[in-house]
């Protein structure tokens, strides 16, 4: 190499070096500048790249959404609480970002969506949950193992996890009296490991899940009989469901009727590239004594002629038959997705989701 390429290498490298030391000095300033905030954007960064490495397979997470935010920590508090990253955790084998995904044995961590005002005024806290086991599935009473705090243990929370990560099944009404220097709590132990993640009404986390504001996109309205009550957005909750009887020798016949406005919007307005149904149904156990089989856990949604003529709205039908195990009480679970995808595309808009009371006897 000549002098001249030498300089030039020497050059290069200086830069690089220069850059370098631009960008740390820049983010030590930022984090300075910001404080809690900065370290809040950094580690939900981190929190929502873990979880959309979980679950690539389904819908990817975007840094800072609310599905994997770090809610900021109070001064009082000796940490501050990650969303679902499971870092505010009592077990020192918690699993690690970057750890090889595990079919059995590892943990299982709420996961807070936000908060949102319904249409009376109250307000309501959105929860998912990561079951970080690619195979096993858990059931975790409610009781030490599995409390909301306080006004707990059980808030209708589920018992029973599912692998992956699963998004906004149930709702929490928030008091009238809450403040945002209120929290709830959710405690999982699972697989001898246990993980908390606080509740609050922090200003950073209202959601809009009953209209996605960019093409006024909708969630899919569910019916459990063609005439019977509507059931639209993801407020899940024991109250109201309908209730259903069964034995333990005879598959449950579950029926839907769905309707949606085929509405779609992406983070790049880019029109939908992979052709797929206007609506997806998936069923799970929430509650109960025993498994639970379905025959088809994500049944075909058949279409129906839509109400009025009107082609730019979709209406189906779907059915799916429920084995139960064990005689006794369960509740079953039923998300509906639209063109927005598992979780809403990371809009946290636009699915639906519904319970049903089973009473199932010997």
Same mark, same amino acid.
């Given at each position: 190499?000549?002098?001249?390429?030498?300089?030039?290498?020497?050059?290069?490298?200086?830069?690089?070096?220069?850059?370098?030391?631009?960008?740390?000095?820049?983010?030590?300033?930022?984090? @300075?500048?910001?404080?809690?905030?900065?370290?809040?954007?950094?580690?939900?960064?981190?929190?929502?790249?873990?979880?959309?490495?979980?679950?690539?397979?389904?819908?990817?997470? $975007?840094?800072? /959404?609310?599905?994997?935010?770090?809610?900021?920590?109070?001064?009082?508090?000796?940490?501050?609480?990650?969303?679902?990253?499971?870092?505010?955790?009592?077990?020192?084998?918690?699993?690690?970002?970057?750890?090889? $995904?595990?079919?059995?044995?590892?943990?299982?961590?709420? =996961?807070? @969506?936000?908060?949102?005002?319904?249409?009376?005024?109250?307000?309501?806290?959105?929860?998912?949950?990561?079951?970080?086991? +690619?195979?096993? !599935?858990?059931?975790?009473?409610?009781?030490?193992?599995? $409390?909301?705090?306080?006004?707990?243990?059980?808030?209708?929370?589920? +018992?029973?996890?599912?692998?992956?990560?699963?998004?906004?099944?149930?709702?929490?009404?928030?008091?009238? /009296?809450?403040?945002?220097?209120?929290?709830?709590?959710?405690?999982?132990?699972?697989?001898?490991?246990?993980?908390?993640?606080?509740?609050?009404?922090?200003?950073?986390?209202?959601?809009?899940?009953?209209? !996605?504001?960019?093409?006024?996109? +909708?969630?899919?309205?569910?019916?459990?009989?063609?005439?019977?009550?509507?059931?639209?957005?993801?407020?899940?909750?024991?109250?109201?469901?309908?209730? $259903?009887?069964?034995?333990?020798?005879?598959?449950?016949?579950?029926?839907?009727?769905?309707?949606?406005?085929?509405?779609?919007?992406?983070?790049?307005?880019?029109?939908?590239?992979?052709?797929?149904?206007?609506?997806?149904?998936?069923?799970?156990?929430?509650?109960?004594?025993?498994?639970?089989?379905?025959?088809?856990?994500?049944?075909?949604?058949?279409?129906?002629?839509?109400?009025?003529?009107?082609?730019?709205?979709?209406?189906?039908?779907?059915?799916?038959?429920?084995?139960?195990?064990?005689?006794?009480?369960?509740?079953?679970?039923?998300? =509906?997705?639209?063109?927005?995808?598992?979780?809403?595309?990371?809009?946290?808009?636009?699915?639906?989701?519904?319970?049903?009371?089973?009473?199932?006897?010997?």
């Amino acid at each position: 190499m000549n002098a001249f390429g030498a300089l030039w290498a020497t050059g290069i490298v200086a830069g690089g070096v220069l850059l370098s030391a631009a960008m740390a000095d820049y983010q030590n300033t930022t984090l @300075e500048r910001k404080g809690r905030e900065g370290r809040r954007e950094l580690l939900s960064f981190s929190a929502s790249f873990a979880a959309s490495a979980f679950d690539r397979d389904e819908a990817p997470l $975007r840094p800072l /959404e609310h599905a994997g935010r770090v809610p900021p920590s109070n001064a009082a508090d000796s940490a501050p609480p990650v969303l679902f990253a499971g870092l505010q955790s009592a077990s020192p084998g918690q699993r690690l970002p970057s750890e090889p $995904r595990k079919q059995f044995g590892a943990s299982v961590t709420g =996961a807070f @969506e936000g908060w949102f005002y319904n249409d009376d005024g109250s307000r309501s806290f959105l929860i998912g949950y990561l079951n970080r086991n +690619t195979a096993q !599935e858990l059931d975790v009473p409610v009781g030490p193992a599995n $409390r909301i705090e306080p006004g707990g243990p059980d808030l209708g929370q589920p +018992t029973h996890f599912l692998p992956g990560r699963n998004y906004g099944m149930f709702v929490v009404p928030v008091p009238k /009296e809450f403040t945002p220097q209120d929290k709830y709590t959710w405690t999982v132990v699972a697989n001898g490991q246990s993980t908390i993640i606080p509740l609050r009404l922090n200003i950073d986390y209202v959601i809009s899940p009953f209209k !996605e504001i960019a093409v006024n996109n +909708t969630p899919p309205v569910v019916r459990f009989d063609p005439g019977g009550p509507a059931v639209q957005g993801p407020v899940a909750m024991a109250s109201g469901a309908p209730v $259903r009887a069964a034995s333990v020798s005879t598959p449950l016949a579950l029926s839907l009727w769905v309707s949606d406005d085929m509405k779609y919007t992406s983070g790049t307005s880019a029109p939908l590239g992979t052709p797929r149904p206007p609506v997806t149904l998936t069923w799970s156990k929430y509650r109960g004594p025993g498994a639970v089989t379905f025959d088809k856990a994500k049944p075909a949604v058949e279409k129906l002629p839509a109400a009025g003529g009107d082609e730019a709205s979709f209406s189906g039908r779907a059915t799916t038959r429920a084995t139960f195990s064990a005689p006794g009480e369960y509740l079953l679970h039923v998300t =509906a997705n639209d063109y927005s995808g598992v979780g809403g595309g990371g809009f946290v808009c636009c699915w639906t989701t519904a319970m049903v009371k089973v009473t199932v006897q010997p």
